[in-house]
């Protein structure tokens, strides 16, 4: 005998639901019936209507709790339209001057983990990739490998015949084309590109240990090892803690033999294991952030890396990331435009509150008042420094 719909033991078991899982059930029901989903959409209308702003500010958070919550519990339910109209949400909160950057970087994981369960059409997901890459360079930087999988062969090709219209002298593009030329070749799997484009960089200690990690990933040891010995030759560091030398077998590369006893092995200054280089995706991913911060505070790191780590290490060491927050903010500056100035300016004011959080808000001002007498010219920056409602020193008001 089948139990009616609001007998007691349903109304039990429903109400003993978490949110996440209930709101999953009735996502899938109102997809196999229209006039639910309708009347849903249409209250979902209202409410959005009714909030407003104040949606962006105070009532974004349980959204993304939500939808984390539900692609955690692996719901079968596309979650990609949530997704992207919370992160455009917050993008307009963003543009608008509010603080909502860290929301911003959390919404656009969330979104590109979305779109890996229920991809949207490849060619519109790789335009809204470009579209924010080119043309909003104060949002956080996308990462195209956590977009992959979604983009396919049809979506990569896109960006990547994109890219290839870009110059070297194109301005402010080129080296963004560039980092997404060494995404695409590491997504495609095509190890001569990445190590060409890998190996034109300046030479460094983090440079080296990625081409090594490249080239022993596609099982080509012997040349990780060859490559190994010859930063040790160009006298950048030490990469590894071995002997080089071939390796026993292609699955395995070789580790030190250990000493004899009676022979005192030589101690490299700073030692990374060939077999195991440090790897910074893995440090953040296990929470490791001390170790990430040591990691990245080395010769050789990009200020994109320091940048990434620098998130978590300002938490409970706000002291610790204050040069590298002026230096992005150099940076920053140094592409002369109105949306970097725009960012520019953002990143002062993030400033201005770590400063006080160290203990030394009085610093800030000495370092806000050289910045703006060394660029007093730059009347535009002025201007956004002004709109970020950051007070300028009084001979400059």
């Not at 956590?146 to 979506?155: E, N, P, R, W």
């Not at 920053?332 to 109105?338: F, M, R």
């Amino acid at each position: 005998m089948t139990a009616h719909p609001d007998s007691p033991g349903l109304l039990e078991y429903l109400c003993s639901l978490d949110v996440p899982t209930l709101a999953a059930l009735l996502h899938e029901q109102a997809e196999r019936d229209p006039d639910l989903g309708e009347r849903l959409r249409k209250r979902a209308a209202e409410l959005d209507d009714a909030q407003g702003k104040a949606d962006t500010e105070h009532g974004i958070e349980p959204v993304l709790d939500t939808l984390q919550r539900l692609l955690d519990a692996g719901t079968r339910a596309d979650l990609a339209p949530l997704a992207k109209r919370a992160m455009d949400k917050i993008g307009d909160a963003f543009a608008r001057g509010e603080d909502t950057a860290g929301q911003l970087r959390r919404a656009v994981a969330l979104y590109a983990r979305a779109c890996v369960a229920h991809p949207p059409p490849p060619e519109a997901l790789a335009d809204w990739i470009l579209s924010v890459t080119f043309d909003r360079p104060d949002w956080p930087v996308l990462d195209l490998r956590a977009f992959a999988k979604s983009l396919g062969d049809k979506g990569v090709n896109r960006i990547k015949s994109f890219v290839d219209t870009i110059g070297e002298n194109d301005g402010r593009r080129a080296p963004v084309a560039a980092r997404l030329r060494e995404e695409l070749a590491e997504i495609s799997g095509d190890v001569d590109a990445l190590v060409a484009i890998l190996s034109a960089k300046l030479p460094s200690r983090e440079v080296s240990l990625r081409i090594v990690r490249v080239l022993r990933d596609a099982g080509r040891h012997s040349e990780a090892i060859a490559h190994a010995a010859k930063a040790l030759v160009r006298g950048k560091g030490p990469v590894v803690n071995a002997q080089v030398t071939a390796p026993a077998a292609p699955a395995e590369l070789p580790r030190p033999r250990p000493a004899p006893e009676t022979e005192k092995p030589a101690e490299p200054a700073d030692p990374v294991d060939l077999a195991d280089p440090v790897d910074l995706d893995e440090l953040i991913e296990a929470e490791k952030y001390d170790e990430a911060w040591e990691f990245v505070s080395r010769d050789g790191s990009s200020l994109a890396d320091r940048l990434r780590v620098a998130e978590f290490r300002e938490r409970e060491h706000p002291a610790d990331v204050l040069p590298l927050y002026r230096e992005h903010v150099a940076e920053l500056i140094a592409y002369g435009d109105a949306a970097h100035y725009r960012h520019a300016a953002k990143q002062l004011r993030k400033l201005r509150g770590l400063y006080r959080r160290a203990g030394v808000a009085q610093e800030f001002g000495e370092y806000l008042a050289g910045l703006v007498t060394e660029h007093k010219r730059k009347t535009r920056l002025i201007a956004e420094i002004r709109n970020a409602r950051i007070a300028l020193p009084k001979d400059r008001r």
